[in-house]
């Protein structure tokens, strides 16, 4: 392993980093589809439900590699219209806007939920005690829409955490990747791949750590009834 142990920490940070933004992207999409599916004009809404539909019904790698060549063929038709030089899409960049765009459309459903379980009455008492929206917003609304949404940005998160090993085929150089390389150049290929499941096994038991915390923060004067 001489000589190999800057790459895979290297592979190791990308991945991270690959995961965090597109976890930040596909945030941002959610709650704008959330809000554009709780909408009052039909063709937003029928918009976000068709992006949602189409992406939880077609296989992330399939997405992923409609995506990344779409995107690339996107940009080729562009620079050929204005006669510039061929541009290749960054494997890291491309990446995260894949990631990102299948993701936010669990976190559209995720999101949605969340406001749906907030409880109408409570917002109206709120209202009757003379706060104002801000004030119900940051007072009463997200704290109840975070109580409700965080089991399903858990998963989601886990998820997306995972899916970055599918980016490998789209020659990032990720962690998996990294840790292929150096299983073929070393003829230790089951060793590398049990490094690399213990990279992501430490990833996600932090992972579980913060959203813990994050779960009771939320959950604080709220009794849970045992079955």
């Known amino acids: 392993m001489q000589g190999y142990i800057p790459l895979i920490y290297q592979g190791a940070i990308i991945t991270i980093s690959l995961a965090i933004?597109?976890?930040?992207?596909?945030?941002?999409?959610?709650?704008?589809?959330?809000?554009?599916?709780?909408?009052?004009?039909?063709?937003?809404?029928?918009?976000?439900?068709?992006?949602?539909?189409?992406?939880?019904?077609?296989?992330?790698?399939?997405?992923?590699?409609?995506?990344?060549?779409g995107l690339q063929l996107l940009l080729n038709s562009i620079t050929d219209f204005f006669s510039i030089g061929f541009i290749e899409i960054n494997p890291l960049v491309a990446g995260i806007i894949t990631l990102g765009f299948i993701y936010g459309a669990y976190f559209t459903e995720t999101f949605r939920g969340a406001y749906l379980a907030v409880p109408k009455t409570t917002l109206e008492a709120a209202f009757a005690l003379g706060l104002s929206k801000g004030q119900v917003f940051r007072y009463v609304m997200f704290p109840l829409m975070m109580r409700f949404a965080l089991p399903g940005i858990t998963n989601n998160w886990l998820v997306v955490l995972k899916a970055t090993a599918l980016v490998s085929l789209l020659g990032l150089s990720d962690l998996v990747r990294a840790t292929k390389i150096v299983g073929e150049a070393t003829y230790s290929p089951l060793l590398l791949a049990l490094i690399a499941g213990a990279f992501y096994l430490f990833f996600t038991s932090i992972s579980n750590i913060v959203l813990w915390w994050l779960e009771k923060h939320y959950s604080i004067g709220i009794t849970k009834v045992k079955l």
Do not use: H
């Open 21 to 69: 933004a597109s976890l930040m992207l596909a945030i941002v999409l959610g709650i704008f589809c959330a809000i554009g599916k709780l909408s009052r004009f039909k063709v937003i809404s029928l918009l976000c439900q068709a992006y949602t539909s189409f992406i939880r019904g077609v296989p992330d790698l399939v997405l992923m590699l409609l995506i990344f060549y």
